[in-house]
T-cell receptor, first 115, second 112 residues
Framework: AQSVTQLDSHVSVSEGTPVLLRCNYS??????LFWYVQHPNKGLQLLLK??????LVKGINGFEAEFKKSETSFHLTKPSAHMSDAAEYFC?????????????FGAGTRLAVHP | DAMVIQNPRYQVTQFGKPVTLSCSQT?????MYWYQQKSSQAPKLLFH???????NEADTPDNFQSRRPNTSFCFLDIRSPGLGDAAMYLC???????????FGPGTRLTVL
């Protein structure tokens, strides 16, 4: 069965320091994995997507994630946090069902960025 | 720019008064989804359409209905909103077989 665990519900960093948001997944087949970001009262924006082409995936706004099959992890990183990065981040795995791909969401990680 | 549009962005209704939320898309995707997202929670899929083929999630209450009159538009009808239905409602689209979904900005529903 497909599932996602986000290991931290809240992460707090100072502006200019690295960001690490952790995600472990469980999948019975080679998964598609995503990170979405949601700013307050906004919809979800796709940050990046892994589909087995390359284990290191670069996304928008300087974010990247590395797929590690041996650790079943897909952690999101950014070298230097910006105030505008403060938001909720969701790690997502897809579940194929009857020709459709359902999104299985993690519980989310709230990132706070302090001056 | 191709996009997913939701109207209104904020909706206030009274307990038990029917309400309709709207979603439109210019991506020409054949699948449209409705999600409910309560405060500090992940989005929860309510149902989706592949073209006019409606697919309800098993645990979606009967109080929630949907219509898709054409490829571009999809509506969420809440027949008798309760206080527990206050949430952000998100519309998303994709092509069938594609795993990437594109989300609209959401409608924040308040029930008084």
């Amino acid at each position: 069965a497909q599932s996602v665990t986000q290991l931290d519900s809240h992460v707090s960093v100072s502006e200019g320091t690295p960001v690490l948001l952790r995600c472990n997944y469980s999948s019975s087949y080679s998964p598609s994995l995503f990170w979405y970001v949601q700013h307050p009262n906004k919809g979800l924006q796709l940050l990046l997507k892994y589909t087995s082409a390359a284990t290191l995936v670069k996304g928008i706004n300087g974010f990247e994630a590395e797929f590690k099959k041996s650790e079943t992890s897909f952690h999101l990183t950014k070298p230097s946090a910006h105030m505008s990065d403060a938001a909720e981040y969701f790690c997502v795995v897809t579940l194929s069902s009857g020709g459709y791909n359902k999104l299985i969401f993690g519980a989310g990680t709230r990132l706070a960025v302090h001056p | 720019d191709a996009m997913v549009i939701q109207n209104p962005r904020y909706q206030v209704t009274q307990f038990g008064k029917p309400v309709t939320l709207s979603c439109s898309q210019t991506l020409n995707h054949n699948v449209m989804y409705w999600y409910q997202q309560k405060s500090s929670q992940a989005p929860k899929l309510l149902f989706h359409y592949y073209d006019k083929d409606f697919n309800n999630e098993a645990d979606t209450p009967d109080n929630f209905q949907s219509r898709r009159p054409n490829t571009s538009f999809c509506f969420l009808d809440i027949r008798s909103p309760g206080l527990g239905d206050a949430a952000m409602y998100l519309c998303a689209t994709s092509n069938r077989g594609a795993d990437t979904q594109y989300f609209g900005p959401g409608t924040r529903l308040t029930v008084l």
